[in-house]
């Protein structure tokens, strides 16, 4: 599930990616409840769904080209349960550099956080085998998210 998405022009209401998804029985550790390494696939899932299954989905371009992943941080805040009900990943941008920005992730449901993140992205130019700035396109689609 994502919000729908804002006039490009208008970034005087920042807003959050809203990423949708159901806890998998293979997620489940030995002691009951989602295994820490599963939360980085959750953050990893909803990256994607911002940055290209989604915008392809609304017949845009994609509006990042080249990134990878510098750093994640996590705090785990409750234990996260088997149940049917959907969990989100809700993100937002919170620093734009010239050639890196920083996300922060909350998992959560209507009634609970069960994890906070963060990750540092850099943009990089796998051709040239090194990192590169972001063009006026990419920072205009982030501004989108600051927070």
Known sequence: ???PALDPGDVRVPRKHV???HVRFGDIDSLGHVNN?????????ARVAMFYTDPDREGRRRPLHG???ARHEIDYKRPLLLRP???????RVTEIRAASFRLAYEV???EHVYARA???MVGYDLKQ????RFDEEESAFLRQYAA
């Open 129 to 132: 085998s090194r990192t590169r």
């Open 118 to 120: 963060v990750s540092v």
């Open 85 to 91: 009900e959907p969990v989100r990943v809700e993100t």
């Open 108 to 110: 959560r449901d209507d």
């Open 67 to 69: 990134l990878v992943v």
């Open 1 to 3: 599930m994502t919000q």
């Open 19 to 21: 990423h949708e998804f």
């Open 37 to 45: 390494c599963r939360y980085l696939t959750y953050l990893e899932d």
